[in-house]
Nanobody, 118 residues
Framework: QVQLVESGGGLVQAGGSLRLSCAAS????????MGWYRQAPGKQRELVAT???????RYADSVKGRYTISRDNAKNTVYLQMNSLKPEDTAVYYC????????????WGQGTQVTVSS
């Protein structure tokens, strides 16, 4: 079992920055890819960014150049640095982790609210 706990959300003005953190606990030795997703009211959950255990990253087109995902494997923590925030970035942001096992298991955090005011 893996537990994920996000922190760092809040209210920020357009153009501002926030940094989200997601700390993993439990069977952290099994964690492979990690990532961030978001879900705005009335919309489906969408991928924001992912990072492999080796540090390869992938971003949604809507956040490229503004967001940076990183991870500290020693601390079992993944980060999302969000710059130049826009009102359309407002959503609940969820941390996600896959196990690097033959049968990949997926875990989710409880989510953290990010609100960007115009």
């Amino acid at each position: 079992q893996v537990q994920l706990v996000e922190s760092g959300g809040g209210l920020v003005q357009a153009g501002g920055s926030l940094r989200l953190s997601c700390a993993a606990s439990g069977s952290t030795f099994s964690i492979g890819d990690m990532g961030w997703y978001r879900q705005a009211p009335g919309k489906q959950r969408e991928l924001v960014a992912t990072i492999s255990s080796g540090g390869s990253t992938r971003y949604a087109d809507s956040v490229k150049g503004r967001y940076t995902i990183s991870r500290d494997n020693a601390k079992n923590t993944v980060y999302l640095q969000m710059n130049s925030l826009k009102p359309e970035d407002t959503a609940v942001y969820y941390c996600n982790a896959y196990t690097a096992t033959i049968v990949r298991l997926q875990y989710w955090g409880q989510g953290t609210q990010v609100t960007v005011s115009s």
